[in-house]
């Protein structure tokens, strides 16, 4: 059975990947569009590979924002 993690992390590769973006191009768009530290690429490709949970509700705007999908929470 696949996982929470693992699910999200094949998900959020399928978006990039959709958009052509490397790791490191969407780590630094999401970072220049969210408050605080911003993420890292290998933060990002650690919640690909699923060895981490989905991140928190801020950063998951940034990506949505940065891969253009909707999102359900405003």
Do not use: C, D, W
Not at 19 to 38: P, T
């Amino acid at each position: 059975m696949t996982s929470l993690k693992n699910a999200f992390g094949k998900y959020l590769q399928s978006l990039r990947l959709a958009k052509n973006l490397g790791v490191r191009e969407l780590a630094r768009v999401v970072s220049a569009n969210i408050e605080g530290r911003g993420i890292t690429h290998a933060y990002l490709s650690i919640i690909e590979s699923g060895r981490n949970p989905p991140p928190r509700i801020p950063i998951l705007h940034g990506l949505a924002a940065a891969l253009e999908v909707p999102t359900i929470v405003s």
